[in-house]
């Protein structure tokens, strides 16, 4: 079945930039997600991007994609305390549910 | 901005007992999902349902949980006789219909449910 994999934790200093990566294996995704999820709190749509797109740049945010190795990869900019959350990566073909992976928890230090 | 609504934020009841978590969709939605979140584990799917009938489920979803839209605005999760192991993050989702964000799913804020 479809899976998503993402490293489990990203550590950072504030100001620097943050790289998250994820990768799938569904070769049918249309659209693949970023959701960030703060402490106690539920799950925020952050951005998407749809497949057949290469990159796509949302203020402090850039989403790259690269279909042929179905890699997904979310940068924030300027990283800062309040980014501190996880950030879940999901893919879907468009028409079904959601495949999520794991998240990564990204800690940023002052 | 219109969001997802769930209510109760943390429910806790005793194994075995019947549960109803509730959730109010974005208003001109029409895709409605569940999913849950086990302590430490990934976001896992559940059902959707669309048209007043479930289009989706997963193999969680036996007949121990059931969905309902009421009343129009209100889209339930029941569980018929919970376990241990049905202690997690439950998040409603909905999605609107045609669109460039037509798929794109958005969450509430989660139900907490512990099983004793």
């Known amino acids: 079945g479809e899976d998503v994999e993402q490293s489990l934790f990203l550590s950072v200093r504030e100001g620097d930039s943050s790289v998250i990566n994820c990768t799938y294996t569904?070769?049918?995704?249309?659209?693949l997600y970023w959701y960030k999820q703060e402490p106690g709190a539920g799950l925020q749509l952050l951005t998407y991007i749809f497949s057949n797109m290469d990159m796509k740049q949302d203020q402090r945010l850039t989403v790259l994609l690269n279909k042929k190795d179905k890699h997904l990869s979310l940068r924030i900019a300027d990283t800062q305390t309040g980014d501190s959350a996880i950030y879940f990566c999901?893919?879907?073909?468009?028409?079904?549910?959601?495949?999520f992976g794991k998240g990564t928890m990204l800690l940023v230090s002052p | 901005e219109p969001e997802v609504t769930q209510t109760p934020s943390h429910q806790v009841t005793q194994m075995g007992q019947e549960v109803i978590l509730r959730c109010v969709p974005i208003s001109n939605h029409l895709y409605f999902y569940w999913y849950r979140q086990i302590l430490g584990q990934k976001v896992e799917f559940l059902v959707s349902f669309y048209n007043n009938e479930i289009s989706e489920k997963s193999e969680i979803f036996d007949d121990q949980f059931s969905v309902e839209r009421p009343d129009g605005s209100n889209f339930t999760l029941k569980i018929r006789s919970t376990k241990l192991e049905d202690s997690a993050m439950y998040f409603c989702?909905?999605?609107?219909?045609?669109?460039?964000?037509?798929?794109?799913?958005?969450f509430g804020p989660g139900t907490r449910l512990t099983v004793l």
């Open positions: 569904d070769s049918s995704s249309t659209y």
């Open positions: 989702a909905s999605t609107p219909q045609g669109g460039p964000l037509g798929d794109t799913q958005y």
């Open positions: 999901a893919e879907s073909p468009g028409y079904s549910t959601l495949t």
